[in-house]
């Protein structure tokens, strides 16, 4: 079966998390994706946070399934001519250097616009132009910029950020579904285009509904699925919510048997409106199905706090998939906190190809996140990273370098 990106050649220079993600999924959809990496270092993150001395950390290996690796110095003149030729037969080149690091290499869009008026040249940048553009970020960085931090948290604490990687690998999807948009538009048009997704802007993205409440703030001073409404303590931004829902079905993180030595026992539970009759009947409360101060969502809102503190004795006397099992009888939205180990041993998640175990010449056996997005026609076969260097002869006699070449390469230390 053949894959959806298949014959897309894609020259990557990304690193860290922000843009291997992005070159990863479209390695996932069959793009050959060429990772460009400097001899004798390559991606920053082979060597950080390293589990085993001397191999490929988690880090690395997690980010960069299904691509090649070939070690240039785009700094070296004979680098630079031998970059020139590989854009010459690409189709998309991928960075997510700090600004300006392209340009100073020599490869501006100009530069590689001349050399094939088909390339898509793709980037992620912390911010988009204005003051901060030449300023480098990096993943909580961004959740501080994009409005995430100050509204995730309790209202008594300091703004948080969240373990959802939402600025790098957030972004990351971001710009790979804006390479697949230019590459279908320049299949109607024959032209490349540039992509540029700002780290800020992916976040604010992801948090659109934030911005949504500033404006009802601003207009109404008060929100009141918010847990500060029964006191009405609202600033002039958007507070931190805690555990609230977002929308306009409260939620809670309610405790669950166990939690008082299990970080993890514990449910989120949602009043969903219509089935509050089933939240009465199965927490024993049966007389709130018609009670004035009660029955409808709207009485309900002062009262979250409280409705939710009974609803825990009720969860406290159970387990989390206790919980779970009973609610969705009824089809009462929740869902149990999954600690990481519990996910990694979920077996329904291996079945999807969600969690995957690749085997890698030096680590041996790991897990890893497969493709999130399924394909019907295009599936997703999860292959190991590559070692530093591993394809640069093969791609380069791909590219068009015969075997001298390729070895007066090496003697000038361009590859
Ligand atoms: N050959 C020769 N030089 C190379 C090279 C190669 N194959 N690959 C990289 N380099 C050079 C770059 O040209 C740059 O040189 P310059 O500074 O002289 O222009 C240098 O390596 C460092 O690259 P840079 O991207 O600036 O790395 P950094 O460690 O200074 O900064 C980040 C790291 C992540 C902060 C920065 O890249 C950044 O802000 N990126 C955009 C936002 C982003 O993606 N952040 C999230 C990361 S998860």
Redo the contacts with the bound molecule.
Sequence with gaps: MGKALEGVRILD?T?????PTCTQLLAWFGADVIK???AGAGD?TRDQLRDIPGVDSLYFTMLNSNKRSIT????NPEGKRVLEQMIEQADVLVE???P??LD??GFTWEHIHKLNPKMIVAS???FGPGPYEDC????NVAQCVGGSASTTGFDDGPPMVTGAQIG?SGTGLHLALGIVTALYQRTMTGRGQRVLTA?QDGVLNLCRVKLRDQQRLDRNGVMEEYPQYPNSEFGEAVPRAGNASGGGQPGWILKCKGWETDPNAYIYFITQAPVWGSICKVIGKPEWVEHPDYATPKARLPRLKQIFATIEHWTETKTKFEVMAILNEYHIPCGPILSMKEIAEEPSLRETGTIVEVDHPERGKYLTVGNPIKLSDSPTHVERSPLLGEHTDEVLAEFGFNRQQVTALREVGAI
Excluded: P
């Design positions: 220079f690193h860290v998390q922000s843009g460009i990496e400097r920053v240039l110095d785009t700094k997510n250097f700090a300006g690091a100073r290499m992620v940048k912390g480098k970020v990096y993943e790098d780290m």
